[in-house]
């Protein structure tokens, strides 16, 4: 139907909430799972470590280069597993809908997701809709929550990393960050500026075959590549030692930092991952990371020391040594 | 500190959204599982049938008689889980506050969530917060994930429904409904009206003990027992007949609705459950159930029959016999 929109009573429970389900949500996520239509998923597990995450995706614009609203909160969620070690495995997604939302932009979100956890080899098991009067929320935020599990002898809590640990980072830093701040300001460069947006479901070989020689995984959505890099100097008590000229960097997201005043290593990325790994296998690794798409442009940047504990210092591209702090106060609202 | 309130910096993923995390959230909720403050939460589990559950809250007001959101939004989850047979174990939470939220209503609202989880027996394990500007949102949305295990043997599917199980009712009707109404409304009555908001984890019991006895239950939340009773009519392809007489509803929701033209059987309940019975088991179930706190209001209210498949039909008090649909539009908008 041309101009059908998200009503209250889509939101209802009752009549109109089963339609909205069966005809948007069930049509492009169908699986033997989500099809019970119970108040839960049910399915059968293997015993072991289990992993589970949860993001709420608050983005503005819904949709911008290089994906979408539901690309992301697939993403986001899958990623943080990987990061966990875990092998993605099954996913809930719940909406909160502002009463006028365009169906087609909806249906357009919902076949993204649809998309990207095919591509991620995930499933979309279980979800919840709540739609709200208009200006109680802004369009659309979805959560989601995902699960999976860690192969045997793999721990990747900060505590194992080492002084002389590998820093990786798996490709060029910056890009979500940009890509939404110059959509939402009209920004436009020679280059594209696109999200990076993507599920790093191809890291598990590399946990596969590396095991526990990668001590730690993190990526560096908010807060960017810096607040990552500090988060994990402050868990593991180490220090993080850093080289500015090789941090991978785009030509389009230096160009457009350097005029906006903005620092790419506080800038979001939605398809990268940060490693730490025992020296003796950095080169593998990298060399790994490097033969596949994902990851191509991935570099060894720094690594970990003993002190100072807690900090990350970075040598500039000019030779200076400084500290890199944590993002303080607010770098672009409503990234992810 | 005094009017204090969340800012936008509050989600940046930066130093401030640490020292949210750390003050209001860690402290509130510290377990070995969320302490680690990793990506995702890491735990061991069994192998076996799991379940997961999500749901969004968007309740208003955020506080109301019986409960607040928070509270909401542990019973919410941990009653899906319990309708699907499982023993609650985890859940992850994701808020999506509305910048200018009073750092006060915060608390109490994180405050409520552990007290829940502790009744229930559920940890909190990982989490997420996002901020949105003013305007973006109605002061916080909560997204409770839940998962549990559910005991070797016991399968709530609604297709093991058969002709002649029992209905029952764990309690009566409405009350949650009439809470939120009459708070919203500024309505008064003699007897106040508050909420029926609780954690079932109590009916762990009776599913051990009656095992698949049990056929199936469902939590009669957003568009009351009638939708519910729809809902499993219709993936059961049965038919459901109930006495309007047996259904339990207090004094004070049977005069409000009166007094305002709606019907207790299409409002919503946060404390109740729906459960189909085995004839022979029934009788047994209830009395157990009615020598327990949280249901000691328990009743029959019906039986599955064999036609006619998908409806359900209600003999009214006054011996007439109509159908009861499922809710249509929108009964009472964000109701939870």
Chains 1, 2 share one sequence.
Request: charged share 20%; aromatic share 4%; glycine share 12%.
């Amino acid at each position: 139907m041309k101009d059908e929109r998200v009503l209250l009573a889509h939101g209802s429970g009752g009549l109109m909430s089963q339609r909205l389900i069966d005809e948007v949500f069930k049509k492009a996520w169908s699986n033997e799972i989500l099809d019970n239509m119970l108040d839960g998923a049910v399915m059968e597990v293997p015993s072991g470590r289990m992993a589970m995450s949860t993001d709420s995706f608050v983005i503005t614009p819904l949709f911008f280069p290089g994906g979408d609203i539901g690309k992301l909160a697939i993403c986001g969620t899958v990623n943080d597993l990987v990061a966990c070690g875990a092998r993605p495995l099954y996913l809930s997604v719940a909406f909160i809908i502002e009463e006028g939302l365009a169906m087609d932009q909806l249906r357009s979100i919902v076949k993204s997701m649809a998309e990207t956890a095919e591509e991620a080899g995930i499933k979309l098991i279980t979800g919840d809709t709540k739609v709200v009067e208009k200006g109680s929320a802004d369009r659309v935020f979805i959560n989601t929550t995902g699960i999976g599990f860690i192969p045997e002898g793999i721990d990747f809590r900060p505590g194992r990393i080492e002084p002389g640990d590998k820093i990786i980072v798996t490709g060029q830093v910056g890009d979500h960050g940009l890509a939404i701040l110059s959509q939402r300001e009209g920004l436009s460069f020679t280059t594209p500026a696109l999200s990076d947006c993507a599920p790093l479901y191809q890291l598990g070989e590399i946990v596969n075959k590396y095991g526990n020689s990668i001590k730690c995984m993190r990526d560096p959505t908010r807060g960017g590549l810096a607040t990552v890099l500090n988060e994990i100097a402050g868990q593991a008590q180490i220090g993080v030692r850093v080289q500015e000229a090789d941090i991978p960097v785009s030509l389009v997201v230096r160009g457009a930092c350097d005029m906006l005043g903005m620092d790419p290593l506080y800038m979001a990325n939605e398809g990268k991952m940060v490693i730490f790994a025992a020296a003796d296998a950095a080169e593998g690794i990298l060399a790994d990371l490097q033969s596949l798409p994902q990851t191509a442009d991935a570099a060894v940047i720094g690594e970990a020391t003993s002190e100072p504990e807690g900090m990350v210092l970075i040598t500039t591209e000019l030779g200076a040594r400084r500290i890199l702090g944590m993002l303080e106060g607010e770098h672009v609202p409503r990234i992810c």
